[in-house]
């Protein structure tokens, strides 16, 4: 059986189990918490030597790291319904948008920062805040722009089925929403997102619907 080590939180692991959902592929959970600290364990660290979430064990026994990385995975061994276009042009699209979430607005809003900021350097909470705030803002005013002037008709972020945009783009809206960032702002993302989460493949992924929600 697949098994999915994440946190419940996690919005890159939010991103593997939204995948796994549209695949319509059955896997197991095993909860690494992040709070506590777990992912920083030797037998966790001996799968991982990153510590961090998500990581798939396939059911052939092959360890997979970094969220893209299996979702692209995911993708080439079941390729229907297709997480990417056909067309090159039109994945290159699709990648980009997804980046911008994955490797632009996450790793400077992603916990282990956060606690950096508070533990390490002193940060104060409304500071804290408003440094979340600020990527959030900044990322999702390129997105919206990207998403409104580039296939902006269709119900997802490029044309009328998900995509690896989506799947990065609805778990950090959820982030946005868990830290009061006012989104009114980004009508585009906010239709998309709840286009998606109407679909039981998002729905269930999402964080209170996991085995270690709390």
């Not at 089925?161 to 009061?180: G, H, K, M, S, W």
Request: hydrophobic share 40%.
């Amino acid at each position: 059986m697949t098994t999915l080590y994440g946190y419940f939180r996690s919005s890159a692991a939010y991103r593997v189990r939204i995948a796994l959902n549209l695949k319509n592929l059955a896997y197991d959970q095993a909860p690494i918490n992040l709070v506590k600290g777990e992912q920083r364990d030797d037998a966790f660290l001996a799968h991982n030597p990153q510590g961090l979430v998500p990581m798939l064990m396939t059911d052939n026994g092959i360890r997979l790291t970094q969220s893209l990385a299996i979702c692209e995975y995911l993708d080439e061994r079941y390729p229907e319904p297709a997480l990417l276009p056909s067309e090159l042009e039109e994945r290159a699209r699709v990648r980009a948008l997804a980046q911008v979430v994955a490797c632009e607005i996450h790793p400077l809003d992603n916990l282990r920062v956060l606690k950096y900021l508070v533990n390490e350097l002193g940060v104060e909470d409304d500071a804290k805040q408003t440094w979340y705030r600020h990527w959030i803002h900044q990322g999702f005013s390129a997105l919206e722009s990207m998403l409104s002037r580039e296939a902006g008709s269709g119900d997802f972020c490029h044309g009328d089925a998900p995509t690896l945009a989506d799947i990065c783009l609805v778990p950090q809206v959820f982030n946005a929403e868990r830290f009061e960032c006012d989104l009114s702002a980004y009508p585009r993302i906010r239709r998309i997102t709840e286009n998606a989460r109407a679909l039981d493949a998002f729905r269930l992924a999402a964080p209170g619907e996991q085995p270690d929600a709390s």
